[in-house]
Structure formats: structure tokens, C-alpha cells
T-cell receptor, first 110, second 117 residues
Framework: KQEVTQIPAALSVPEGENLVLNCSFTDSAIYNLQWFRQDPGKGLTSLLLIQSSQREQTSGRLNASLDKSSGRSTLYIAASQPGDSATYLCAVDNDYKLSFGAGTTVTVRA | GAVVSQHPSWVICKSGTSVKIECRSLDFQATTMFWYRQFPKQSLMLMATSNEGSKATYEQGVEKDKFLINHASLTLSTLTVTSAHPEDSSFYIC?????????????FGPGTRLTVT
């Protein structure tokens, strides 16, 4: 059974600082890994999807890396802003089923 | 990406009643739909997977007679919580999955907040 762990569980940084969020998974036989953003009481917003054959994906200030062999992914958010405050979830796709981590709750202080 | 809607966005019901939640894929032919549940400050847990026209496959620990799933078309799936109890209060999220080019992708709905009193 796939286990997905996200560290840290919570993070508070001053505006402008770079954010580093970590995700690890136990079964490396994945199709892809996806990072989501969830605002309180809301659904999921997909941020980045990395196919198993890729090592990283970038979108604006976001960059996600994937090391499938070691079961790790890292989401980098450059020059954080208060609007980046949210919970960030990573999810791995095994056989078309997504397993989610518990998330990292980020607070960016103005 | 595709747009997935859920209705209602929130619902309050009395203990013992049944509640139906709809999930619609507005511009995407979803061969598979997934239902997730999220308790406060916890992650999403997959409840069941349904393919269009087939019976749903439930994850271990999810009661199929309590959570009835119907996937009648490529754009609509429903989750009915039967004889709801306060412990069923949760955030229910659906997703629509299918092939996009050479890859398989899932698109998530905005979620339905269920409160059972």
C-alpha cells in the first residue's frame, strides 16, 4: 500500500522567503506525482503534475522535482507572497489511484 | 484542464436521512470517477472508484451499502449517503479521470460539505 508523507506539517515564513516543501512515498512504481493547493474549506487546485519519466516541472514561481528511485519530490516556491498561504498536498498515482499526503500548511507573513 | 462541478456545495441534514451529491464533468468524458472524503485537518482518502456503467469498487473499510455510487454516464456520478449519522459529516470531493492525449489525468470538483445533525 502506498504511503505518502509530507514534511513539515506546517510552515510559517516572512514574505519574500523561498519555500521548500517535501513529499516522500514508499512505492516508486508510480505513473505520476501531482502537487495541489487547497484553501480552507475549498477544493483542490492542481499546481504541477510530473510524469514518472520527468525529473521536474516549472510553472511561474513554482518548481517541482521528482526523484522516483528514492521516492521523493520537492516543491519550491520562490519569493513567497501572503497569497501563497494555503495547504499544499502532494499525491502519487499508482494504477490510476491517487494517494495523498496529509499536506503542509503554509503561512506567509506580510 | 477540465471543469468538474459538484452539487450541492454544502448540505445540512438530520441524522437518519439520506443525502445525494452530484458530480458532473462539464467538458470532459470521464471514463472513471473517484470519490474522496476529507475530515478536518486530514488528507483526502479515496472511498471508491466507479467506471461508467459498472458497479463501483470500494476501498477497504468503506461500506458500500451506506455510500451508494452511481455512474450512469460519462459526465455524471452520484454519491448517496444513506441513513446519515453525525460521524459521516465530512468534506466529500469527486474527481473525473480519463485519457488526455498519451497521459491519464484527474480533474477535481470543488467539494461538498456535509453536516449531519
Amino acid at each position: 500500500k502506498q504511503e505518502v508523507t509530507q514534511i513539515p506539517a506546517a510552515l510559517s515564513v516572512p514574505e519574500g522567503e523561498n519555500l521548500v516543501l517535501n513529499c516522500s512515498f514508499t512505492d516508486s512504481a508510480i505513473y505520476n506525482l501531482q502537487w495541489f493547493r487547497q484553501d480552507p474549506g475549498k477544493g483542490l487546485t492542481s499546481l504541477l503534475l510530473i510524469q514518472s519519466s520527468q525529473r521536474e516541472q516549472t510553472s511561474g514561481r513554482l518548481n517541482a522535482s521528482l526523484d522516483k528511485s528514492s521516492g521523493r519530490s520537492t516543491l519550491y516556491i520562490a519569493a513567497s507572497q501572503p497569497g501563497d498561504s494555503a495547504t499544499y498536498l502532494c499525491a502519487v498515482d499508482n494504477d490510476y489511484k491517487l494517494s495523498f499526503g496529509a499536506g503542509t500548511t503554509v503561512t506567509v507573513r506580510a | 484542464g477540465a471543469v468538474v462541478s459538484q452539487h450541492p456545495s454544502w448540505v445540512i441534514c438530520k441524522s437518519g436521512t439520506s443525502v445525494k451529491i452530484e458530480c458532473r464533468s462539464l467538458d470532459f468524458q470521464a471514463t472513471t470517477m473517484f470519490w474522496y472524503r476529507q475530515f478536518p485537518k486530514q488528507s483526502l482518502m479515496l472511498m471508491a472508484t466507479s467506471n461508467e456503467g459498472s458497479k463501483a469498487t470500494y476501498e477497504q473499510g468503506v461500506e458500500k451499502d451506506k455510500f451508494l455510487i452511481n455512474h450512469a454516464s460519462l459526465t455524471l456520478s452520484t454519491l448517496t449517503v444513506t441513513s446519515a449519522h453525525p460521524e459521516d459529516s465530512s468534506f466529500y470531493i469527486c474527481s473525473a479521470g480519463g485519457r488526455v492525449g498519451s497521459s491519464y489525468e484527474q480533474y477535481f470538483g470543488p467539494g461538498t460539505r456535509l453536516t449531519v445533525t
